[in-house]
């Protein structure tokens, strides 16, 4: 993936992980695929992926004046999976 090519971070909501039956399941994914590509993009900067993603993020930014923008890809897709309650659509409208 590169650089996230021009610092795109790519990211799809309708991938749903192998059985997936809850929202934590679905959303641990999302945050572990965005640190391994980032450590993949960032090899030199030595990321410690036990940090919050967001942490991470600044860090680069802060490090390497690179910045981000999100693509979010059918973000609205966690709301027809059969785990999401009203109260994770608020919850993930947060994230």
Not at 29 to 39: C, F, H, N, V
Not at 57 to 62: S, V
Request: charged share 30%; with cysteine; hydrophobic share 40%.
């Amino acid at each position: 993936m590169g650089r996230f090519l021009n610092s795109i971070a790519p990211y799809e909501s309708s991938k749903i992980p192998e059985h997936c039956g809850d929202y934590q399941t679905y959303i641990a994914r999302i945050l572990d695929g965005i640190k391994e590509d980032l450590l993949q993009a960032y090899p030199e900067l030595n990321i410690d992926i036990s940090r919050a993603v967001w942490d991470i993020f600044l860090d680069i930014f802060q490090r390497t004046k690179d910045r981000f923008i999100f693509v979010m890809d059918e973000r609205d897709a966690v709301f027809h999976m059969p785990f999401t309650s009203e109260e994770i659509q608020r919850e993930y409208l947060l994230f």
